[in-house]
């Protein structure tokens, strides 16, 4: 497997990190590797790991970082011949960010970027309560969405202390059109 540019998107809920995920993803022929979706799949074709996930899943527990991990040494394996993957809501946790890192060592890859959208939380708030209201979703409440905000600057931001250690974490600021932050962020991917 040559050597690809692995890419980490963060942001949190709303900030728009899916769609400009593929975005980049389109941009620059890269393959993009949401863990959801990957599982979903895994469980629809009714895979090994699909069957695994599953079982996981039905218990009412959370897939393990050990199985995540296989499933992302599985996509890489894959998909050898991509010039690159753009990860969307992977890493979620510092072990999970060091077991990544083990994992590429061993397919003699590493981490090249991590871009995090930077989005005032009102605006998030705002942005989170229109896609509750178009979804349908009662159960986003401004407390709800709230909350989840926390949960997600409590996990990322020891995930974020450990890239900028390895000089790999840049951050953009996550508001303007969709094309505006689109076109930054490629600038940053580019230099």
Not at 13 to 41: M, N, Y
Not at 76 to 94: C, E, I, M, S
Not at 123 to 147: F, G, M, P, S, W
Not at 160 to 187: V, W
Request: proline residues 2%.
């Amino acid at each position: 497997m040559e050597h690809i540019f692995i890419l980490i998107l963060f942001g949190p809920p709303g900030a728009g990190k899916g769609t400009q995920a593929v975005k980049i993803a389109e941009r620059f022929g890269w393959k993009h590797v949401s863990t959801g979706d990957i599982l979903r799949a895994e469980v629809a074709h009714g895979t090994n790991l699909g069957s695994k996930v599953k079982a996981v899943i039905e218990a009412g527990h959370l897939v393990s970082d050990e199985l995540l991990i296989e499933i992302m040494e599985s996509v890489f394996r894959l998909n050898d011949k991509v010039k690159g993957f753009v990860l969307d809501g992977f890493p979620r946790t510092l072990k999970q960010a060091r077991e990544l890192d083990k994992m590429l060592i061993k397919l003699g890859q590493k981490v090249k970027l991590v871009l995090a959208l930077d989005v005032n939380e009102d605006e998030l708030v705002k942005r989170l309560i229109k896609r509750a209201r178009e979804q349908d979703r009662k159960d986003d409440t401004e407390e709800v969405i709230k909350n989840r905000l926390v949960q997600y600057h409590n996990h990322t931001s020891p995930l974020i202390d450990y890239y900028k250690e390895q000089n790999l974490f840049k951050e953009i600021f996550g508001e303007g059109t969709i094309e505006e932050i689109f076109e930054k962020l490629c600038s940053v991917i580019k230099k």
